[in-house]
């Protein structure tokens, strides 16, 4: 994290040395002690701890909470947990059948997490964690770890069936078993960039827009392309904790079902 904060405040300085322009789009990325402004060290409480902190507590709220009532008719609160519980249910059990729904609990956090965090990050003056590489590697990893141990766990050693393409020719195997090796070891890098780099790219696009927005001559096409951003980014933080959970469905049915 410290390493990331280093590099996004060497990028907001370069910028200000290279160019006349009075905002920074990558500001908004540099992770920034909450109290004090000394150095970031491991156990620092900063801007990314609070936002984590208010994301679990948005969900404890939503579905601890929203839901406690039960009632038949069910509260604005609790129709978004029910529908939310459903949507993902119906995702893991499409993805990887009935074995699959035992780990229902866990990908259900991760959707709620990442699409949470996602969402928090669109309100002003807040802070994506979701945008930070530091955060979604960790999910991506702990992804990669659990269903890796759970495929060798449930099928010993014939979880490196998953590298053997049986319906290949002869001869192709070996070199298709290579390929799917590096593919399976490249899946975390995979897996957190794409969320990472969604989001960051739209936040960063916005601020661009809304830097534009104090030149008079521009700033109504500004506001509309705002507008319009913000209604994309509305999307994409939807989509890509949609994105995020059904590749963890994926890689948890080839833990299982190892086999081509």
């Not at 699409?115 to 930070?132: C, D, E, I, K, R």
């Not at 030149?215 to 980014?233: F, H, K, R």
């Amino acid at each position: 994290m410290a390493t990331e904060t280093h590099g996004a405040e060497a990028a907001a300085h370069g910028a200000a040395e290279g160019s006349s322009l009075v905002f920074h789009p990558m500001d908004q990325f540099i992770v920034k002690p909450l109290f004090g402004d000394g150095p970031v060290g491991a156990f620092t409480i900063t801007n990314v701890t609070l936002w984590l902190f208010l994301a679990v507590l948005a969900i404890i709220g939503l579905m601890v909470l929203g839901t406690s009532r039960r009632a038949i008719v069910p509260t604005r609160s609790q129709s978004i947990a029910e529908l939310a519980y459903g949507f993902v249910h119906k995702m893991v059990e499409d993805v990887t059948g009935k074995d699959g729904l035992k780990y229902f609990p866990y990908i259900m956090t991760l959707f709620l997490f990442i699409v949470t965090a996602n969402f928090l990050g669109l309100l002003p003056m807040s802070f994506t964690t979701t945008s930070h590489f530091a955060v979604t590697v960790v999910l991506a990893l702990a992804v990669f770890l659990t269903v890796t141990v759970l495929g060798f766990v449930k099928n010993g050693a014939s979880f490196l069936g998953l590298f053997w393409v049986s319906s290949a020719p002869l001869a192709l195997r070996p070199v298709l078993a290579i390929i799917e090796l590096i593919s399976y070891f490249v899946r975390p890098v995979s897996h957190s960039i794409r969320l990472a780099g969604n989001v960051m790219a739209g936040h960063a696009v916005i601020k661009v827009f809304a830097g534009f927005a104090a030149i008079a001559a521009i700033s109504p096409l500004s506001v509309v392309a705002i507008t319009a951003m913000y209604g994309l980014e509305i999307l994409v933080a939807f989509i890509q904790a949609y994105v995020f959970t059904i590749l963890t469905c994926v890689y948890l049915k080839d833990a299982l079902h190892p086999h081509h």
